[in-house]
């Protein structure tokens, strides 16, 4: 028994102008304006919407593919220019981190992206535009769309803006949070050794690499010019406030009360 075809719904020439003015706001809200308006509106076309309508224009998933090795390239370039003194290992997490599906498809949600997805009604029932790797797919067709109508330089741009920044940002935040915990190590560790030895505690900088926008440092904490503890740090203050925990530690009084 042959399968009946389900016959498309042409796509009229009002509700095409619509489509069109409708992603007109995304370029205004990301000040970006197309040439090639059809390769924009194809960037958000999931196959399921053309299975159900004729239009003038195809699904994301060649684009897709072009977008997928731009990205690859900007973040790649991005990383060698500003963190080629880390480890190869390093530069392959850090990449991982900012091409995963989980952060394109966060980052295609912060930009609005999920409003404008074309989706057939089944699709948009089962959840399509909330699902992480149409949004992912999104985020990468877009970046095709720019790539071709902008050029490398813009869409270089745009990663590093909407997506690389945001990320790296990220991962401060939370590097700050967990030094939070050792935040007050230092008073700690002074208040301690002026109360029960009457001594102030020095720290000196060992040692200090790498570029200026991305320097590491390793400070010592000393008593009398007998080192307590070492740490390493971002910065010599982070590197000062583990050098403390680590003293603290030595001395066992991490968990003892003033």
Known sequence: MKK????????????????????????????????????????????????????????YETLEFLGDAVLSLIVAEYLYSFFREKKEGDLSYLRAF???KNQ??????????????????GEELAG???????????????LAALYL?????????????YLILELLNKIKEENKIKEE???????????????FFGLTPVYKTLKQWGPDHDKSFLVGVFLDEKEIARA?????????EKAAQKALEEKK??????
């Not at 394109?104 to 009604?121: I, P, Q, T, V």
């Open 181 to 195: 915990k050792v935040k007050d190590a230092k008073t700690i560790f002074q208040e301690k050794m002026q109360k």
């Open 149 to 161: 109508d902008k050029g490398y330089k813009i869409c270089k741009k745009f990663v590093e803006e």
């Open 98 to 100: 900012l091409v995963n």
């Open 4 to 59: 009946r075809k389900i016959k498309k719904r042409e796509i009229k020439e009002g509700d095409l102008k619509k489509i069109e003015e409708f992603f007109h706001l995304l370029e205004l809200k990301l000040k970006i304006f197309f040439k090639n308006k059809k390769n924009l509106i194809s960037a958000f076309c999931h196959r399921s919407f053309l299975n159900e309508v004729k239009a003038p224009f195809s699904s």
């Open 232 to 240: 390493e740090g971002r910065s010599k203050k982070e590197a000062s």
């Open 128 to 142: 399509g535009r909330k699902n992480t790797n149409i949004l992912a797919d999104i985020f990468e067709s877009f």
């Open 104 to 121: 394109l498809a966060e980052c295609a949600k912060r930009l609005g992206f999920d409003r404008y997805l074309l989706l057939s009604e």
């Open 253 to 258: 009084w991490e968990n003892v009360d003033n």
